[in-house]
């Protein structure tokens, strides 16, 4: 720093170029890739520590190397097509199922509160007040209506997910700025014309939004069915497990069902790149 | 076009009327606010109008019924002797954003209007006269280019060739460069100014800006608030084409001192 103003001050008279060094956050010249490995490191050395002191019983926590075994050896259960995969193929396709219902339902229902006057004054106070309550609560209702198949899995799944949906459309709807609307009507747009040439794809990046946080919704309610359910997919592998106290295997479980919930997420994101190529997004790890 | 373009020896042109105002009010009767108090006023082919007055005189008002967007109280609203009754493709408008759909290439943007009259079809037909728009805004080779790589006076310069491409009678500039930095405004005023000469634009512009509306117009009209009314309509004989350098002149100065003495007034009642 002090080069630095030495430099700067003889360089009025000198006629030398007025070089200095900007300061520069550390952080700013590491890799994402390193910076999320240290803390990765950090995290898998806290829980080595826990479990090498016995600070919990290891019936609660195993340690680091157990959950890894049972990781590989469920791994290789998956896949080697062992029952596992059958499992997991289950949970699979309540969560592709009930996130397509989820998106028709909630697509027409956000177009109906969002579009139409009398959808915002007598549909929405319903939808606001069914989405205030704990919605797993209605997973015993799905199983007595629809049984212990995938069916009242995907329900849940779906009942789930529909609202973030809905919301993300209304809430899309209503993005056009005065000037779009005031620009739509000059121009003599029909109603039709003035929501999907404008309204539509003015709020494309907020009903983005609402599929990203029903995509997360959506592999809740699966597992949740499944908890309370019964069935045969993942759900009820990680409640047998836990069941039986093998904590590993829980772990590792989960880890694997969290897969499938990256790849339906990771699918709406690289859609949404795909479609709203104008926008782009700067919360939550997507400018990498 | 000539016939009816005839200027007087101060260089206005002085046209046939094509928009025609006559005692036009508007009452917003659910708090009995009069927005718009006994307004008339034409529009000649060719001329240059702008309304100029403090907030709440109502030239937002008068802007949207002569859009057609909203209705008149009492009065008569004629445009090419027709009434009128709703929004109407002779007319084009341009707001203080350039309103640009970031889906669509600049080209695409433009020929909007003729894809929401005529259909998909017709607009690709007309991207050809979009690229002769874009060149004579100096915007040639951004046909394929999206809004977002655009910087704010070349969007608004799109957004000139979006209201031109349907040809309307009458042009409705609502403060189209008030968003932009002082020495892009000037230069699109005077883009603006050679435009509607070549087009023969009647054009009709909204501003905030006593300077902004001499140098453009051959006649301003000052309004009143509460409720808005006609002050004055000047009339503004500074020869054409106008030049930057016109604003340094002692007759510019009167002009924009006259109309400064009528808006102090107004804010005053």
């Known amino acids: ?288 | 076009m000539t016939a009816a373009f005839a200027q007087d020896s101060s260089g206005a042109p002085k046209g046939a009327p094509v928009y025609e105002l006559t005692n036009v009010s508007k009452t917003y009767a659910r708090n009995l606010v009069v927005a718009l108090e006994d307004v008339s006023l034409t529009l000649r082919k060719g001329s240059f109008t702008s309304v100029i007055g403090s907030s709440g005189c109502g030239k937002s008002t008068l802007l949207k019924i002569m859009a057609g967007l909203i209705p008149p109280t009492k009065g008569r609203v004629v445009l090419q002797e027709k009434p009128v009754t709703g929004p109407r493709h002779d007319i084009g408008m341009m707001f203080q954003q350039a309103t640009l759909f970031p889906w669509k290439t600049a080209a695409e943007n433009i020929v909007l209007p003729i894809e929401i009259r005529d259909g998909k079809a017709a607009a690709q037909k007309a991207i050809e006269s979009a690229h002769e728009l874009l060149e004579m805004v100096g915007l040639e080779g951004f046909e394929n280019v999206y809004p977002n790589e655009l910087s704010g006076g070349m969007a608004q310069r799109a957004a000139i060739c979006r209201m031109l491409i349907t040809e309307p009678a009458v042009l409705l500039l609502d403060e189209p460069f008030s968003a932009l930095d002082e020495l892009s405004r000037d230069m699109m005023n005077m883009e603006l100014q050679r435009i509607c000469r070549e087009q023969h634009a009647t054009a009709f512009l909204v501003t905030h800006s006593i300077q902004e509306a001499v140098i453009l117009s051959d006649d301003i009209v000052v309004m009143k608030p509460r409720p808005g009314r006609l002050a004055e309509i000047i009339e503004v004989d500074l020869p054409r084409p106008r030049t930057l350098d016109m604003m340094t002149t002692p007759k510019f100065g009167e002009i924009v001192d006259h109309i400064r003495g009528l808006l102090d007034k107004g804010e005053d009642m």
Request: proline share 4%; glycine share 10%.
């Open chain 1, 1 to 288: 720093m002090t080069d630095a103003q030495a430099n700067q001050s003889s360089a009025d008279g000198a006629g030398q170029d007025t070089v200095w060094v900007q300061e520069v956050h550390f952080i700013d010249s590491v890799p994402r890739w390193i910076a999320m490995s240290a803390v990765f490191l950090v995290f898998i050395a806290c829980w080595q520590i826990v479990t090498s002191f016995e600070l919990v019983s290891p019936i609660i926590l195993p340690s680091p190397l157990e959950t890894l075994e049972d990781m590989i050896f469920v791994g290789q259960n998956l896949l080697t097509g062992g029952y596992m995969l059958g499992a997991l193929w289950i949970t699979f396709k309540e969560v592709i199922y009930g996130f397509a219902l989820a998106i028709a339902l909630g697509f027409s229902l956000g177009i109906l509160v969002g579009e139409t006057a009398f959808g915002e004054k007598a549909v929405m106070p319903y939808l606001v007040a069914i989405d205030t309550m704990p919605k797993v609560a209605f997973a015993p209702l799905f199983v007595a209506w629809l049984g212990f198949g995938i069916e009242s899995k995907v329900a849940l799944a779906a009942f789930i997910a529909t609202f973030p949906i809905v919301v993300g459309t209304a809430a899309g709807l209503h993005a056009a700025d005065e000037n779009a609307r005031m620009l739509f009507k000059t121009m003599g747009a029909s109603r039709l014309q003035t929501l999907f040439k404008m309204k539509l794809p003015t709020g494309l990046p907020q009903i983005f939004t609402g599929l990203k946080i029903g995509a997360v919704g959506v592999m809740a309610g699966a597992i949740t069915g499944e908890f309370l359910g019964g069935g045969k997919g993942f759900g009820e592998l990680i409640r047998v497990a836990a069941s039986q106290l093998n904590t590993p295997r829980v772990f590792s479980l989960i880890l694997y069902l969290s897969l499938v919930g990256l790849a339906v997420y990771a699918t709406v994101t690289w859609t949404q790149r795909k479609v709203v190529f104008w926008h782009k997004e700067r919360v939550g790890g997507d400018d990498h």
